[in-house]
C-alpha cells in the first residue's frame, strides 16, 4: 500500500500582488513599542500597569474565530474595529477597581477571576470603551507617523503636534468584521501572576491602504541602496585651487610690514589632487565669490 503526502500551499491574494505585505511584521514591531509605551504612561499605567506587551502579529480574518464582543471606532482616516478577551477586561477592572488593601501595589492586587461567574456591568462595558479609544489612538499614530510628510493632515496655524491624541476615534457603529479583514493580534501577560490573554484590531481598508504605503519607503529605500551609483560617481575627492603665486626675495619678505601690500595679476588659476595639477581655469566672481570656471586639461 502507498501513500501520499499532501503539502498545503500558500494561496496567493491577486489584489495583495505588489504591496509590501512581507513588510508588515516591521510594522507589528513598531506597534509593540508604541504599545508598550504607551501603557506606561501616566493616564494609561492606572488600567494597564500590571500588563505588559509580549507580541504583536498581522493575519487574515477566516470565519468568526473571534468571538468577543467586537467595538468601532472611527475618524477621518477611517474605522478601527477592536475586541478585548472578557479575561483581559476582568483583570484590567480588577487591576484598577480592585478591593486590595492600601498601600498594597496594584500589580500585586488581582487575583485571576473565573469571568463566568462575573456578570456583565455598565462599568465593564464603559471600561471597555475607554480602553478601545486609548489603544485605537496608539495604532492611529503609528499608521500617520509612518506616512510620507506630504500624505499627513496638515495643522493649522499655531496648533501644536500630539503624539498621544486618542480622542480623535469616536465610538460608532460597527459589526463583526468580514472574513479577509486584516486584523492585528495583540498578546499581553499579567506582570505577576503570568496570566495571558490577547486583543485585537481590525482595519478597515482604508487605513490598511495607509500601512501598506508607510512601508513602501523602506521597501522602496531597500531598492535604492541597491542600485548603487558607480564608484566613479559615489567616490569624492578634494580639488585644490591655487589662484596665484610669486616669488619675492627673503630680505623682502622679512622686510613686510602690516598693511603692505603684494602686487600680483590672476591669470588662470591651478587646480591640483594633492599635489598633481590637472586643469587650469579661469577665475570670476559670483554673488562676492571667487569661482573657477573654464576647465581646461594641465598639458
Known sequence: MTTTKQTQHQVLDPSLLGRPVHLLHIFAAQLRDDLTQSMRLNMNRRYWGGFQVEEVAFSRLEGNEIRSRWLSFAAPA????????????????NYRYGSGAKGEAKAEAAAPVDESTVRVTATEERLAVVLGQQLAGTLAGRIELNLPVIEKPALAEGEAVDEHADTEFKPAPGSHPVKGTWVITVTVAETAGGARGQFWFALDKNLMASVLRGLLRDRDAGKKSKAAAPLAQRLQVGLIGRLASK???????????????????LARADVLLEDSRLFTAAVTEHKGKLCLTSFEDAE
Request: zero cysteines.
Open 78 to 93: 477611517g474605522q478601527i474595529a477592536f475586541s478585548l478577551e472578557r479575561k483581559v477586561l476582568l483583570s484590567v477592572l
Open 247 to 265: 616669488e619675492v626675495t627673503l630680505g623682502s619678505l622679512y622686510d613686510l610690514q602690516v598693511g603692505d601690500v603684494i602686487p600680483i595679476s
